[in-house]
């Protein structure tokens, strides 16, 4: 099994992309845990799955198994309805008041 | 016509009416109520004078009520002279009371008018189950269903505060005796398997068959226990006195003449038992021998008339019990008839008497009624002159066989119990005179509250006056005892209640009819000497202060019962409370509820409500398990 991939003729390793997907990961995740505007937050779930991906991609041709990019399709897939779904509550949201810190969504407190 | 369907509607009858009067009879005009609340009984009457007249004898099973493996429980009715003895008292006494009922509550308004004649139908029908119960399920059925009825009866006025009481008192008392009566039947089928009558019976037909006579002794004295506590005798006596709070009627029926002489019936009904067990029956004359007199001493002093009655029930009673202990069943079982006459006589002659007098029960503030009521008067002496038992009235002859057999009883136990019934007998005449006295005789108290007493009704001076010609000339079915005539009422009952083998020689006595009735006569001349002289001996309590007040409070049984039972149980219960229930119960509960809240409180910090709270910690839980594969794989 090749430890590197060859992308338009040049050789990367495979450590690479996974190092970028977890950079990116670990800017989402952070973005969603310091940020405060909602379609913020929103954007850096986005950024977290689509780092994901890369790691499905980049493992798929590696190891030369197509389910990994299907996989990969399908994630997008469920992104764009997560995506939807979202704002669609934040549409309503904002219909019933101004909100611009998500923190004031703390109803549900114990 | 068919026996067992006469026998059973004995029972239904009084169940009909007690059911009609209860479902509808306070929405029915009032002449409903007193048409079938009477009409009952003296139809369970007509029937039972059917099966006396055919002589009808049998053991009736109608149905299967349990039925478990080997074990059968049928409700069966036992019809023989003893049952139909019973149920002629019940109903025919008890048909004149219900009657005199009808005058006599007359004042209550409809729904109570109804609600005192259910109570009366019921009881009539629990007191005959009681007696034609052919097995001890039923028997206990019936046994505790006059119990119920006497609570419901004697608590009639359930505004008054003491009748509630008093009702609270009698149930309780009773209750132990109902818990005697289980136990005392568990043994018997613990030993002979079997509940019906004739099924324990049959193991008891001699001497020799029995073989270990201890679970008999022991099923004899739980019996016993029953019978006291139902018949009031020592020592659970003390609910009968306070019962007076009920109606009169409910007196004379329930508190004389019917359920508290049901013990009676059962030492008498459990004869084959007592007959071998040595103990348990001679504790039966001594409960006895000593309720008559200890119950006759206290009636001396009381003042409220239904008292001295009731009082003087225990002692008549006692000697009921007297009589069966020593083996003398017929005697006991005519004393319970002639009791049956003369004592609801005196209740439901008090009770015109309390009726003119504006329910003023108390015998100093009466006095000249002689010549104001003459015919209660006079139906009130002769109830007196047969408590006291002189000679043409009846209980001269029910009294003279129940002493008659103790004293020619071979062994002390006889004569020990004849000396206490001699005294009895005195005593008798004694607190009898006092009530005709003070009651009667001499100037109207000054107290009394009525100057010109309205003499009772015909629906009740008719009873009574039945009762009194029965008091007069019942003696004359049992003259026997004088030496000629008949003697119908043993002859009758010694079919059932002397077994075949015990009646070689149990009274072989010695003595002559004659010197027997010689000391019969003896102890009645003595006895109306007292009668008479009571109406000097008024000042008698000045004598001896201390005697006058220990009799006044009852030998201190309600004192002793209360520092011995009710304040300790009292005590326990408060210590349960502040020690067990306040700490340990209350502690466990609240305790439970608290922690729940402290952790609860401290779990709630958990739920902050903030998004990137539950974010983080999602990542941390992510970041903890991917770890741990790492550890894992590596």
């Known amino acids: 099994m090749a430890g590197s991939l060859d992308i338009g003729g040049s050789q990367f390793d495979v450590s690479w992309f996974l190092l970028l997907a977890a950079a990116l990961f670990t800017l989402g995740a952070v973005g969603v845990l310091v940020r405060r505007n909602p379609l913020i937050i929103l954007i850096s779930i986005e950024l977290m799955l689509n780092a994901v991906n890369l790691t499905l991609v980049a493992f798929s041709r590696q190891l030369e198994n197509l389910e990994g990019q299907l996989f990969a399709l399908m994630t997008m897939t469920v992104a764009a309805a997560e995506a939807v779904v979202g704002l669609a509550i934040l549409v309503d949201i904002f219909r019933v008041r101004d909100l611009e810190d998500i923190d004031d969504l703390s109803e549900l407190k114990g | ?634």
Request: hydrophobic share 55%.
């Open chain 2, 1 to 634: 016509m068919n026996a067992s369907a006469v026998a059973l509607s004995i029972l239904l009858f009084p169940a009909a009416g007690a059911l009609l009067l209860a479902g509808r009879g306070w929405r029915m005009p009032r002449v409903v109520t007193q048409i079938v609340g009477p009409g009952v009984v003296w139809l369970s009457f007509a029937a039972t004078l059917w099966l006396f007249f055919n002589q009808v004898n049998g053991d009736f099973a109608y149905w299967t009520w349990i039925k478990s493996g080997s074990f059968e429980l049928p409700f069966n009715l036992l019809v023989d002279n003893l049952s139909i003895f019973m149920c002629m008292v019940i109903t025919g006494v008890g048909g004149l009371i219900v009657t005199y009922s009808v005058g006599y509550m007359a004042h209550e308004d409809g729904p109570s008018y109804a609600r005192f004649f259910t109570y009366m139908d019921v009881f009539i029908f629990s007191m005959l189950l009681l007696v034609l119960a052919g097995n001890f399920v039923f028997l206990i059925i019936g046994w505790a269903l006059v119990g119920l009825s006497s609570y419901f009866l004697i608590g009639f006025w359930y505004q008054r505060r003491s009748a509630v009481l008093a009702a609270r008192k009698a149930f309780v008392m009773n209750v132990i005796g109902d818990v005697g009566m289980i136990l005392g039947t568990f043994v018997l089928f613990v030993t002979y398997h079997a509940v019906t009558y004739a099924g324990v019976f049959s193991h008891l037909t001699s001497l020799a068959s029995v073989g270990d006579s201890a679970p008999l002794e022991l099923a004899a004295f739980l019996l016993l226990v029953g019978a006291v506590a139902k018949s009031a005798q020592i020592p659970l006596h003390t609910w009968l006195p306070d019962a007076m709070e009920g109606p009169t009627p409910v007196s004379a029926l329930i508190h004389a003449a019917t359920m508290v002489t049901a013990g009676v019936y059962l030492v008498a009904r459990m004869h084959p038992i007592y007959d071998i067990t040595t103990y348990a029956h001679d504790a039966v004359a001594i409960i006895g021998a000593v309720t008559a007199l200890f119950a006759a001493t206290i009636a001396i002093v009381q003042t409220d008339i239904k008292r001295v009655l009731a009082y003087s029930t225990m002692s008549q009673i006692g000697y009921m019990f007297l009589a069966v202990g020593i083996g003398a069943y017929a005697a006991g079982l005519f004393h319970l008839l002639a009791h049956g006459f003369f004592k609801a006589l005196l209740f439901m002659a008090a009770g015109n008497v309390i009726h003119a007098m504006h329910d003023e029960q108390d015998m100093r503030k009466y006095g000249g009624l002689w010549n104001q009521m003459r015919p209660t008067s006079v139906t009130f002496l002769i109830g007196c002159l047969s408590l006291v038992g002189v000679i043409p009235f009846v209980g001269f002859f029910s009294k003279e066989q129940i002493l008659g057999a103790a004293f020619s009883r071979p062994g002390s136990l006889g004569l020990t119990v004849w000396a206490i019934g001699f005294a009895t007998a005195l005593i008798t005449g004694f607190y009898t005179g006092r009530m005709w006295w003070l009651s009667f005789w001499g100037k109207p108290s000054p107290q009394r509250p009525v100057e010109h007493p309205h003499e009772a009704p015909m629906v009740m001076m008719i009873p009574v006056a039945i009762l009194a010609v029965l008091a007069t000339v019942g003696g004359v079915i049992q003259t026997s005892v004088l030496g000629f005539g008949p003697s119908a009422v043993s002859s009758y009952l010694d079919k059932v209640v002397t077994a075949a083998w015990w009646e070689a020689g149990r009274f072989p006595g010695g003595y002559t009819r004659e010197f027997l009735v010689a000391i019969a006569l003896l102890t009645m001349v003595l006895a109306a000497a007292l009668f008479a002289g009571a109406l000097r001996m008024r000042p008698w309590s000045a004598v001896v202060p201390w005697a006058q007040r220990l009799l006044e409070r009852k030998y201190y049984f309600d004192e002793i019962y209360n520092a011995a039972f009710v304040r300790t149980m009292d005590a326990v219960a408060s210590i349960g409370y502040r020690d067990v229930e306040k700490v340990v119960i209350d502690g466990a509960v609240v305790g439970t509820g608290e922690a729940a809240e402290a952790t609860a409180g401290s779990l709630r910090l958990t739920q902050s409500g903030y998004f990137r709270n539950y974010v983080l910690v999602f990542i941390a839980g992510a970041l903890i398990a991917a770890a741990l594969l790492l550890v894992r794989t590596s």
